[in-house]
């Protein structure tokens, strides 16, 4: 681990009332202007600049004016689930009345619009089909739905590849030829963009008015769209940032929908305080586990259910499958570091990319495991677990500066037929290739990603803010920061660093180390805490100086709100 700190920008441009240490947090983190951290809902991004939506927009209301049957084909992951439930819970908003979704199931079907999808569409009546976090590398499935006279209106954000699908309409802000500004809406901004647009046609066409129906408040959909961004892991750019805030502004005020207060509360989490990493923490990975274990459904039922009561059974089962989940991930990640381990003995130095594999893992899972090794040997990592027909299906989790898709991208071109189909982003993706075929991608991807991934990558460097004076140290400043968010993924929540003297320390949660510490020569003491330490190292009852890496965080207890330290990296002194 290496350790740097950012450097002291020129803060003129900056509001001058506002304190000089947010100032610098925020221009580290590419603000320039008072205007790059406006969250109101009116300084989102426009939808004209997205390609493809005039085309969209008029199949739907094309749609409408027929009364044909729309069907909604999602993901299995928290974007997919949140984009679903968006146009599911919207559409009906604008006068559609015949609706429907299908999410395939992950062992069944696999990932996105396939031809075998299409054909439960079909079967279920579609005459339109939305796809929503999905379809463009649906290139067979769009064909078998145009063969079969159902036109397909893809919305979607991820990468496309060199062609694209003959849909009906396509909405992504990462093809080429659009230029909208932002290119990491997740799915669920993309299908909250197209309600937006719709909106915008169906009043200029007096179409509300002409149906006998409330313009629609699409804003009461934010709290979908503020949890599907953060469980994507896309980066915070304004506008998404934007989007979060107005999301999380809606469940503190307790006007969300059901499915989202139920799952607050399963999740032990306060809703009238909620942040973004809540959401990213506590909630999404409960939502993520139903598709990772079982089908999607269950929590798109659960995020749609209009009574609390419902909600909170579905929110309960989705519960005890993120502990299954849970379970089953700390046991495959033992196997993983044995074969880990095994790999550094048998060489001097681990390949810059690792590929792990283990029959029985879980298809589900393998993604986890990747991105937990992942962190603890800080290289690009691809899990693989046996699939079907003679397959493997792999998930890569990868680190800054090296692009996983890029990366098989590369073995794909060099290597025809290698792989059977891949997809993703640059910082997770997944594949498959014919189990027959696994040693052959290893040594591929050992050899591709030897040139591929720069040594400098493979170093994990936490990026600090520096030390944090002791007037700083204090509750109020920790809610200062809470609120100046959101903070998450490309636009991180302040770092520091220091040295403290250490007061106390206990174990809590077989794994945690609970800390009291204070910065030298003060006298009032901070309590700290750091997640998963070594039990070899720690507690050790003869040092009393550590360094901590740390963020400022707000603990609730009991009603009592206090100042502590999230630690990040802890070293003794």
Known sequence: MLLRRREQLDSQALPAEWPELLKQIYLRRGVRSAADVERRAQALLPFKGLNGMNEAVKLLIDHLANGRKILVVGDFDADGATSTALLMAGLPLFGFQSLDFIVPNRFEYGYGLSPEIVELAAAKGAQLIITVDNGISSIAGVDKAQALGIPVLITDHHLPGEHLPKAAAIVNPNLSACAFPSKNLAGVGVAFYLLMALRSKMRELDLFTQQAIAEPNIANLLDLVALGTVADVVPLDSNNRILVHQGLQRIRAGVCRPGIQALIEVSGRNKSNMVASDLGFAIGPRLNAVGRLDDM?????????????????????????????????????????????????????????????????????????????????????????????????????????????????????????????????????????????????????????????????????????????????????????????????????????????????????????????????????????????????????????????????????????????????????
């Open 297 to 573: 459904s269950l929590g798109i039922h659960c995020l749609l259910s209009d009574d609390i009561h419902h909600a909170r059974q579905l929110a309960s089962e989705m519960d005890s499958l993120n502990s299954e989940r849970k379970d089953i991930e700390q046991s495959m990640q033992q196997e993983a570091q044995v074969i880990v381990n095994q790999l550094c003995l048998d060489s001097e130095s681990l390949p810059k990319a690792l590929c792990l594999y283990q029959a029985d893992w879980h298809q589900g899972v393998v993604g986890l495991v990747a991105s937990r090794i992942k962190e603890q040997y800080y290289r690009p990592v691809f899990a693989f677990a046996d699939g079907d027909k003679g397959e493997v299906k792999g998930s890569g989790r990868s680190v800054a500066g090296v692009h996983l898709r890029d990366l098989l991208e590369r073995i794909d071109t060099q290597n025809p037929g290698l792989i059977s189909k891949f997809g993703g982003h640059a910082m997770a993706a997944g594949l498959s290739l014919p189990q027959t075929r696994l040693a052959e991608f290893k040594a591929c991807l050992e050899q591709t990603s030897s040139d591929f991934v720069d040594e400098d990558c493979l170093t994990h460097t936490l990026w600090s803010d520096g030390e944090l004076p002791a007037e700083y140290q204090v509750l109020s400043f920790a809610e200062m920061l809470r609120e100046a968010g959101p903070w998450g993924q490309g636009f991180p929540e302040p770092l520091f660093d220091g040295h403290f003297e250490l007061c106390s320390q206990r174990v809590v949660g077989e794994k945690h180390l609970k800390m009291s510490v204070k910065l030298p020569g003060m006298s009032q003491e901070i309590d700290a805490i750091a997640f998963n330490v070594d039990r070899s190292v720690w507690p050790n009852a003869a040092l009393k100086q550590v360094q901590l890496v740390y963020k400022l965080d707000v603990n609730e207890f009991r009603g009592r709100r206090s100042l502590q330290l999230l630690v990040e990296h802890l070293q003794a002194l």
